[in-house]
């Protein structure tokens, strides 16, 4: 046979290729194998193209964020979170709807009579106990006969109050629903405390978040109930309940005369004439309650820090807010509020109402958790992957309900501004992690995605809100109550927050770079929406979210001056500096909170230290930019654009 007419495979056989033969490539086996009688085997192709297999690793991973962003951008209407958008894996119908053993076992009942949920992970021993293992110690009978089931003694939470908090015990009125309040408050009349009931219902109303963490009527019920059923010295858990409990009670009348301090100060019209210094004895007498409330906590405990932490954070006393807050998420755990606890309602072991308050509380910790981080610059503590509670949904209001002054006490309308402000606390948390990390490089491929995918994110955030949530255009001819003006603000403060640490030096003054214009166009959105709470409310008694929006918006149009008046023979912007003072004058207002006015010190300073002073003297500037979280050498800038 010639050589010419011989066949030869495309790909060779092992033994081919060994010898350096050229192959036939007949099937099963090739000539060379016939003849010898070995086994033809066809190995792996090493020889394919390294861009080949490349281009085939991409066009996979496109694929995989193309199904990934599908999936999200059909959640928002099904008001759930779907976790699996951080899964490279598809999941099945059959295991979204499987519940997990593991999850349904975290949870036990201590106290049949009280319902008490206690929360045991998988790593604890505890886990695997039956629920009738858990009793008081005054419920166990001493023995000394060995018992077959194993028992928890808990302690019991309600011990004598001389043992444990001497002077709780000593500064105690115990007189009605007087018992717990300390001394200081014994000419507290009744008339007063039912208005400081009162003021704290106001507080509810122009809260973003804090909507329905406590219900008055069943707090002032249970009041009733367990200052009546307790004694002096009391033994049993008869003197707290999940609506009601001493550190609650302390700390709820510790922010309602907060508040109404606050307004007499402003000279608002007031029936009520209050001592000085009974928010601080208050809130003092509220954090020695939780040295005997927090070995066996209720939802009341959670509720009581929660309102612990808003007084300290209203009054500049962040680092101890942050702490409570922290022992507060602990509780939470503790009680397994992160667990979904839909299965011990299907049980009947505990009320759809019980349920509803456990969730409540949960996304109120949610979101206060991002505003604590955001106000002392660190980590979020409660991310997503440790809860398996679904997002609260949106709920439809009736026709009666599109009035302003019915949206203000309306409990459908002010759930529904929570849950607008989970989900927008959700991207804060995932801007937090992402781009505000100490390992965060804004140069990378990976963190230029990202700001792609959680821009696109926030670009959905407004239209996925329901009606009684969204704003018209012109702003200043709406009437809308103040929580949706402020989640307005609080939106575009995050478009801020996710653009700003992408700024490039070169593109400030010419617009070129998006990130720049994003935030620009942010800022100017919070200053118009500004005017309009302004007009509508007046700035005084601000929300800390509105705070923060305020200030960073305000650091956007310092920005842009500074970087104008680096350019040679151009000076700031007249409206830029309008913007700028108009941010400065409206921190000044906020009386509460306190950071408004460290805020406003703060802009000011840095104006006077950027637009006023020479380039020469301006050597600490770029220390102060990074502040803003910016990682911009201004000293170079100046260099290279000198007046």
């Given at each position: 046979m010639s050589s010419r007419n011989t066949r030869h495979a495309s790909k060779a056989c092992l033994a081919c290729r060994r010898r350096k033969t050229r192959c036939t490539g007949e099937r099963p086996a090739c000539g060379?194998?016939?003849?010898?009688?070995?086994?033809?085997?066809?190995?792996?192709?090493?020889?394919?193209?390294?861009?080949?297999?490349?281009?085939?690793?991409?066009e996979e991973q496109i694929a995989r964020l193309e199904s990934q962003l599908s999936r999200y951008r059909s959640a928002p209407s099904t008001g759930a979170f779907d976790s699996s958008i951080y899964e490279a894996d598809e999941v099945t119908d059959s295991e979204e709807e499987e519940v997990d053993a593991m999850g349904v076992e975290r949870l036990k009942i201590i106290d049949s009579t009280t319902g008490e949920i206690s929360h045991f992970g998988p790593p604890s021993c505890l886990m695997h106990l039956p629920e009738s293992a858990f009793s008081s110690s005054s419920d166990f009978v001493h023995s000394n006969q060995p018992s077959s089931t194993p028992i928890l003694r808990m302690p019991t939470p309600a011990v004598s109050l001389s043992s444990i908090g001497p002077q709780i015990f000593n500064n105690g009125i115990r007189e009605g629903w007087k018992m717990h309040l300390p001394k200081e408050c014994a000419r507290m009349e009744t008339k007063t405390h039912e208005i400081l009931f009162g003021s704290y219902e106001e507080v509810l109303r122009e809260s973003l978040v804090y909507g329905g963490l406590v219900d008055i009527d069943r707090f002032r019920s249970d009041m009733y109930l367990c200052t009546e059923n307790s004694s002096n010295q009391t033994g049993n858990n008869n003197n707290r309940t999940d609506n009601y409990s001493p550190l609650l009670h302390n700390a709820l009348l510790a922010l309602s005369t907060s508040h109404l301090r606050f307004k007499q100060s402003q000279k608002a019209p007031s029936n009520v004439l209050l001592d000085d210094g009974w928010t601080n004895i208050l809130l003092s007498h509220a954090c020695m309650q939780i040295e005997w409330e927090v070995e066996r906590p209720l939802l009341s405990t959670v509720r009581g820090l929660i309102l612990i932490?808003?007084?300290?954070?209203?009054?500049?006393?962040?680092?101890?807010?942050?702490?409570?807050?922290?022992?507060?998420?602990?509780?939470?755990?503790?009680l397994g509020l992160n667990v979904d606890s839909s299965h011990l309602v299907s049980a009947g072991k505990i009320t759809l109402e019980k349920q509803q308050d456990r969730n409540t509380i949960l996304w109120i910790l949610f979101i206060q958790d991002k505003l604590q981080c955001l106000t002392v610059g660190r980590s979020p503590s409660m991310p997503m992957s440790n809860m398996n509670v679904p997002l609260p949904p949106y709920i439809s209001?009736?026709?009666?309900?599109?009035?302003?002054?019915?949206l203000g006490i309306n409990s459908r309308f002010r759930q529904n501004v929570r849950s607008a402000m989970c989900r927008l606390s959700l991207l804060v948390g995932d801007i937090l992690q992402k781009c505000y990390s100490p390992s965060f490089n804004r140069n990378s491929k990976k963190a230029e995605r990202m700001k792609v995918e959680m821009n696109i994110r926030l670009d959905e955030f407004i239209p996925s809100l329901p009606p009684s949530l969204q704003l018209t255009t012109p702003l200043l001819e709406n009437e809308a109550p103040g929580a949706v003006i402020a989640l307005h603000i609080a939106h575009w403060f995050n478009v801020i927050l996710l653009n700003r640490p992408f700024y490039r030096p070169n593109a400030i003054s010419s617009g070129t770079s998006d990130d720049t214009g994003l935030s620009d166009h942010a800022a100017d959105m919070i200053v118009d929406l500004l005017d309009l709470y302004e007009h509508l409310y007046g700035l005084e008694h601000s929300l800390l979210i509105t705070a923060h929006a305020v200030f960073h918006a305000g650091s956007i149009f310092l920005m842009q001056a500074a970087a104008a008046a680096g350019t040679p023979n151009e000076h700031p912007p007249t409206d830029t500096l309008a913007s700028l003072e108009k941010c400065i004058r409206a921190l000044q207002l906020m009386k509460i909170p306190t950071l408004a006015s460290w805020n406003a010190?703060?802009?000011?300073?840095?104006?006077?230290?950027?637009?006023?002073?020479?380039?020469?003297?301006?050597?600490?500037?770029?220390?102060?930019?990074?502040?803003?979280?910016?990682?911009?050498?201004?000293?170079?800038?100046?260099e290279t654009n000198a007046f």
């Open positions: 060379l194998c016939r003849t010898n009688k070995w086994v033809c085997e066809l190995g792996d192709d090493r020889r394919q193209a390294p861009m080949y297999r490349r281009v085939k690793q991409m932490i808003i007084v300290m954070g209203q009054t500049g006393r962040l680092n101890s807010a942050f702490s409570y807050f922290g022992m507060a998420v602990r509780m939470a755990d503790s209001l009736d026709s009666g309900d599109s009035s302003h002054p019915a010190s703060t802009l000011q300073a840095l104006k006077s230290q950027w637009l006023i002073m020479s380039p020469s003297e301006q050597d600490t500037v770029p220390d102060v930019w990074e502040d803003f979280g910016l990682y911009f050498d201004f000293s170079t800038y100046q």
